[in-house]
């Protein structure tokens, strides 16, 4: 990689296989397994799918990762985005890009580097040894095999190879080598102090006509707009009928049955012509 790199080959080694290994332990090497399965596929390289399961696989342990490293600050409606379901299938794509690449030009790894870098994984070893009972109940609580997480690790390991020349070629500014190498090597002295509210709260006294010359100096603040919650009902006669046929029969028959309701009792309007006559008029 750059010069630095270059003097510094173990360390980055290292660096390598702190970067690989989780990426098993959290994201899981599900999707080695599952190429020829006959499931829904949200991408295709080189002829294999990527399929749901294995990206839900890889969604799960990557939120399970982000719940680990913020612990009770973990918010799930904020971490999971589109944007990180996106960058994660960008991710599992590349994967699969870099392992045919390995696959195609016959990069491989020895046993005995597969066992060493087993063996350097903190989460396998009990007291700073590799521990075999250790390494089966990890795998066996990512529901993986001894068989399976060990050809996907020799599978990233392989791919690792074929990344390794593109780092060696690599060539950099003086001022990023030296920007790098103090990133890697340099030490921050640091002293906490804590200020607790509680001790300074029986430092401060606030009265009654304090609080209230507060409240009302800000009263403006402390108010929100008049809100109403209205439910209502619309009631379409349009769309109430669309669609509603009645034959002329039904329309009788209902008819016949309500008559009583349609009719009026019967009435009658009188008209009288009256004449005023003299009295003792004659009929005539």
Request: hydrophobic fraction near 45%.
């Amino acid at each position: 990689m750059f010069e630095f790199i270059r003097s510094h080959r173990r360390w980055m080694q290292l660096i390598l296989l702190l970067l690989i290994v989780p990426s098993f332990f959290l994201v899981g090497i599900q999707g080695y397994d599952s190429f020829m399965r006959a499931e829904p596929e949200l991408a295709t390289v080189a002829g294999q799918p990527v399929s749901r399961a294995e990206f839900d696989q890889a969604h799960r342990n990557q939120l399970e990762q982000f719940r680990q490293r913020l612990g009770a600050q973990f918010d799930p409606a904020v971490i999971d985005t589109p944007a990180l379901r996106e960058g994660l299938l960008n991710q599992l794509i590349n994967q699969r890009l870099l392992a045919n690449v390995a696959i195609d030009n016959r990069f491989s790894v020895s046993d005995e580097t597969l066992r060493n870098t087993i063996a350097a994984i903190p989460e396998v070893q009990d007291n700073g040894r590799f521990s075999p009972e250790r390494y089966r109940q990890v795998l066996a609580a990512q529901g993986m095999s001894p068989t399976s997480f060990e050809a996907g690790l020799r599978r990233d390991l392989a791919v690792a190879r074929v990344l390794e020349p593109v780092g060696q070629s690599a060539r950099a500014p003086a001022e990023v080598v030296a920007s790098l190498e103090t990133a890697l090597t340099q030490m921050r002295t640091v002293q906490l102090r804590r200020f607790a509210a509680a001790d300074f709260r029986s430092q401060v006294s606030v009265s009654p006509a304090d609080i209230q010359a507060w409240y009302d100096a800000n009263k403006q603040q402390l108010q929100i707009p008049e809100q109403v919650q209205v439910q209502y009902v619309v009631l379409d006669e349009a769309a109430a009928t669309q669609g509603v046929q009645v034959k002329d029969e039904d329309l009788a028959a209902y008819y016949e049955q309500n008559k009583n309701r349609f009719g009026q009792p019967e009435r009658r309007r009188a008209s009288h012509i009256m004449i005023e006559l003299a009295p003792g008029a004659s009929e005539e």
